[in-house]
């Protein structure tokens, strides 16, 4: 059983394991104040230190996590990765934000017919509300 609830999301982020950096764009899966899951094209190891960032908040978002579980995922894998107990208000603060992105996106289609990825529904809701919104 879950000890968090997940919220869906597709927003971009980056990661680091060690020096090793990753300038591939991967994608979240979903985010919980526990940690998240992200889509990646190369399998990584569970227990292993990783960096993640969301470039496209302000100020960017970063955080250090371990992986926690690597799943197949047809050619591509799903990664979890756990903040720790430190990072909780991370967590926190991304889930909180994630979900009014989400929440963002619905609003748009059903007020004006768009159809926003998660990377264009949060660029615009930054641009509107990012001001008001702790970080």
């Known amino acids: 059983m879950r000890q ?10 980056e990661y680091t394991i060690g020096n ?11 985010v919980s104040k526990g940690g998240l899951c992200f889509h990646s094209k190369i399998s990584l190891k569970k227990g292993v230190g ?3 960032k969301i470039p ?12 926690v579980w690597c799943l197949k995922s047809g050619k591509n894998y799903d990664i979890g990765v756990s903040f720790g107990d430190d ?11 994630v979900c009014y992105i989400e929440h963002y996106k619905k609003e748009m ?7 926003l990825t998660g990377e ?3 660029i615009e809701w930054i641009e509107k509300n990012a001001s008001g919104f702790p970080i």
């Not at 968090?4 to 982020?13: Q, Y």
Request: aromatic share 8%.
């Open 4 to 13: 968090f609830i997940r919220h869906p999301s597709d927003i971009p982020l």
């Open 20 to 30: 090793i950096v990753v300038h591939e764009r991967e994608y979240l899966k979903d």
């Open 50 to 52: 990783i960096h993640v």
């Open 56 to 67: 496209i908040c302000n100020p960017v978002f970063e955080v250090d996590g371990v992986v």
């Open 87 to 97: 990072k909780t208000e991370f967590g926190v603060r991304m889930t909180e934000q």
């Open 109 to 115: 289609f059903k007020k004006e017919g768009r159809i």
């Open 120 to 122: 264009a529904a949060a």
